[in-house]
């Protein structure tokens, strides 16, 4: 009886984040109605306050079921696979986020809930604090895996580092943005395999992204 009890509460908890993620994505967080969440969901409001507290709590749920962009960046790699191949393991595990996200409609819209906010949400709030982490932790992972390139000889010697780090971060996750903002026509798989190929190249040859020569010099 406990166990059918417990099983009831978790398929209703799912079943308010399954309706919470349309309203947040037709009214955004801050204007969502609590109310039309309890609604499509086929609960009461007093049984929507027994889970979550408020949007804030709804929006921290949602996000908890799902891993945000990155934060799985080259996990499934192993040690000899990174120091063998470094670029090609973060260029895999790339185009694997995209064809993932263009396949799935539930991160899609939390995605858009989340990257592309049509109001702003609680300075507070969990997902928030977890996005720019995530950030962090994005660009110290890309960090370590060009500098691993560059020792292996996958990148010139004499390459910024920092700089092309910012960059293909920046260049990876805008064209996610664009594609979110699009009608998504383009297959965001096709397009993030040649948008990271393109960004590539530019790292590997652009003059604009080497150390003068006493910077290089300092390298050896």
């Not at 790699?77 to 990174?82: F, K, N, S, T």
């Not at 191949?85 to 895999?92: E, V």
């Not at 397009?191 to 003068?212: Q, V």
Request: net charge negative.
């Amino acid at each position: 009886m406990a166990k059918y009890r417990e099983e009831q509460i978790l398929n209703t908890r799912e079943r308010i984040l399954d309706a919470a993620i349309r309203v947040f994505h037709e009214s955004g967080v801050t204007h969502a109605s609590l109310t039309a969440v309890a609604e499509l969901a086929g609960v009461t409001r007093d049984s929507l306050h027994s889970h979550f507290r408020d949007r804030v709590g709804l929006l921290n749920a949602l996000t908890e079921r799902m891993r945000l962009p990155g934060e799985d960046l080259c996990a499934a790699a192993g040690d000899d696979e990174l120091k063998r191949d470094p670029l090609g393991t973060l260029r895999t595990r790339w185009i694997w986020l995209f064809d993932e996200i263009a396949c799935n409609d539930e991160w899609q819209r939390l995605l858009e809930i989340i990257f592309l906010p049509c109001d702003p949400i609680s300075e507070v709030c969990e997902s928030t604090h977890r996005i720019k982490q995530g950030r962090t932790e994005r660009l110290e992972r890309m960090g370590e895996l060009l500098e691993i390139a560059l020792s292996v000889g996958q990148l010139p010697a004499d390459l910024d580092l920092k700089l092309a780090q910012q960059m293909l971060h920046g260049g990876l996750f805008g064209v996610l943005e664009d594609w979110l903002l699009s009608p998504r026509f383009v297959d965001l798989g096709d397009l993030g395999e040649h948008y990271f190929d393109a960004l590539l190249d530019m790292i590997r040859f652009s003059p604009e992204l080497r150390l003068n020569r006493q910077q290089a010099r300092t390298l050896h």
